[in-house]
């Protein structure tokens, strides 16, 4: 069985410049389940802690703990929404100021990270292949892109 991440199970600092950023994201009971076990490194290479707390997920980089996004999820209806999240604009700890790259990242390591429902063609459609896109998938995400 699978463990289940929690604010200790790895080391992890707070977002210290965030952005707000709009989204609209839904999952179903199951889902956020699933979402709640977060992901906890087996090593560098995997790139991301995440973990659930309260009512938030928190992604954070494995290297260096540096909190990159926070999303606070809401109940609507029989559905559980992302409809904003925070993302680090703090240079020294993220070097993006590309919100639709923001928005896109999120849902790829909710989606395929999380949740292993394989949105990867879709994301590498949106990044348009090339050998530095190839570098720069690698870089944000690891082994995450082979599974």
Do not use: C
């Not at 210290?16 to 994201?25: A, V």
């Not at 992302?82 to 849902?107: M, P, S, V």
């Amino acid at each position: 069985m699978k463990k289940v991440a929690t604010r200790n199970s790895w080391k992890n600092q707070p977002i210290t410049n965030p952005k707000r950023i709009e989204i609209n994201l839904k999952f179903n009971e199951n889902q956020l389940k699933t979402i709640k076990k977060g992901l906890i490194p087996k090593q560098m290479e995997n790139k991301w802690f995440i973990f659930f707390e309260g009512d938030t997920l928190y992604f954070h980089r494995s290297w260096t703990g540096h909190g990159i996004f926070k999303a606070k999820f809401t109940k609507e209806n029989n559905d559980y929404v992302i409809k904003e999240f925070f993302a680090e604009r703090n240079k020294d700890y993220y070097n993006n100021e590309d919100d639709n790259h923001d928005r896109n990242q999120l849902a790829f390591l909710i989606y395929w990270g999380l949740l292993k429902i394989d949105i990867r063609e879709w994301y590498f459609k949106l990044n348009e292949s090339d050998e530095s896109n190839a570098l720069k998938m690698w870089a944000d995400f690891g082994n995450m892109i082979f599974k």
